[in-house]
């Protein structure tokens, strides 16, 4: 059997002392049972999935859960375990670091001891913290900060700031909705522009946000400061300002998303996701099977399964020796 080779960007962990507080909370990321992980079970998996490398991230709720003090300790006690792990084995792991928003303080902080002493390959954020989105200005030195690390920063869906509809579990269609959210709201807000520095990774081939391009590119019409670009982009759609974004195919390798995304991202910044260990396994199979079978350039289909990811984590284009 060949040495699997795919780096996998949307990979989580649940740390056993941070699943321990979200049972004592009562929390269900998603709508979902929080579902157990090892370091034994990530690596059966991946090396069934043909993957050789996944960057670990802690999914929803992350660690703020209204006290500021106890989001800053959970955060720094998922990051040194992740650390831990990736340490072990950094040809198999890497991590995004998790931080403390709306805590803009304590995420500066917990971002540059994350960066610089656990070497943390990015940072996570969910898109909204506390009805908040990306773009919000009371983000903005931590978006700075990030822009100034060149930092790979992964938009995780949250729960919506809205009521969840009975029978519909968060992660159907609220997941997608957030991160759109997200996307449009650091693009009205400029920061896209201005914080350029930062490669922002959406989850799940950016939720919504490929199959409404149109629709953004119209809403950008209306701000004077953005107008120009969205006529470019209306013209000619390699201009367009979504494909500033990076994109995971997590949940997304399927015949009706993948025609959308190729058309409005950029290729080059395609990576590959599986959601492990959230999504069932079944699931993952199931769309594997479809991503494998998808008509695609051979050149194409190495990218996304490695080369795009390499260019975000320079480290690992040496790794399989």
Do not use: C
């Not at 699997?4 to 321990?20: K, L, N, S």
């Not at 992740?82 to 928003?101: H, I, M, N, Q, Y």
């Not at 995420?107 to 898109?127: P, W």
């Amino acid at each position: 059997m060949s040495r699997p080779h795919r780096i996998d960007t949307h990979q989580h962990i649940v740390p056993p002392g941070y699943a321990r507080w979200m049972h004592q909370k009562g929390i269900r990321p998603g709508g979902l049972g929080l579902p157990s992980w090892s370091e034994r079970s990530a690596l059966k998996f991946m090396d069934g999935s043909d993957v050789q490398t996944g960057i670990l991230s802690l999914s929803t709720p992350g660690v703020y859960l209204g006290d500021a003090l106890e989001g800053r300790r959970r955060a720094r006690e998922v990051n040194e375990y992740t650390a831990e792990v990736v340490a072990g084995r950094p040809d198999r792991f890497g991590f995004f670091a998790t931080l403390t928003l709306p805590d803009v303080e304590g995420a500066l902080t917990e971002a540059e001891y994350a960066l610089d002493s656990l070497h943390a390959d990015g940072i996570v954020l969910l898109a909204n913290h506390d009805g908040r989105y990306l773009g919000d200005p009371d983000f903005e030195p931590l978006l700075e900060f990030l822009h100034r690390r060149r930092a790979v920063v992964f938009i995780h869906p949250g729960e919506l700031p809205a009521p969840a509809v009975p029978g519909i579990p968060t992660f159907a269609a609220d997941f997608l909705l957030d991160t759109t959210r997200a996307a449009i709201s650091l693009i009205l807000s400029g920061a896209v522009e201005k914080y350029s520095g930062i490669k922002f990774l959406l989850a799940h081939a950016g939720g919504f946000a490929p199959y409404i391009a149109f629709r953004i590119l119209l809403t950008m019409l209306n701000n004077r400061d953005l107008a120009l670009s969205a006529l470019a982009a209306l013209t000619d759609a390699k201009q367009s300002i979504l494909r500033r974004f990076y994109y995971d195919l997590a949940l997304s390798a399927s015949p009706t998303t993948l025609p959308t995304l190729l058309e409005v991202a950029d290729p080059r910044r395609i990576t590959y996701g599986t959601d492990f260990p959230f999504a069932p396994s079944m699931a993952i199979g199931l769309l594997n099977t479809q991503y494998e079978n998808y008509p695609m350039e051979p050149s194409l289909r190495a990218a996304i399964d490695r080369g795009n990811a390499e260019s975000l984590f320079p480290r690992l284009k040496h790794s399989q020796g």
